[in-house]
């Protein structure tokens, strides 16, 4: 079993379920009880116009990295992402961030999250949930990580998940 950190975002539709409906999801991949951060409200990187819902969930599960992204990229379209441009809209969005102390660079997989460093939407639930976490390819800790990473308007909501 492995913990894995799972960043999510939306940013189209309704937003608060489709972070209850990833919850489910994910409570379902984990063998033990998800750890689940706020649900911080931020402005859209790209083209994106709408404001999104963003947070991350720590999971323990045993289904392998390759395997896991698969079934969440599924999950995302079952949700009704559709891709269309990078760093669009969409109804849902999961990253695996963090994967036990892997550091894996596929072509279809890399971790940690190539851009999570520099990422307040990410970093921040991340310190909610582990902030205890080190970089595995850097050694940096979440705080040292969330104070070096480029400013951006982002804001705790009072919405749960």
Known sequence: METVIVA?????GDRLKSFKSASRFLQNLSVEPIVKSSIWESEPVGPARYTFFNGAAKITTGVPP???LNKLKSFEKEAGRT???RWGPRVLDLDIIRYGNLVIDEDTLIIPHPEYQKRLFVLKPMLEIDPDWVDISTGTPIQQLVEGAPRMEIEKTDKSW
Not at 8 to 12: R, T
């Open 83 to 85: 891709r269309t441009e």
């Open 66 to 68: 390759v395997e896991l």
């Open 8 to 12: 999510i975002g939306a940013n189209l």
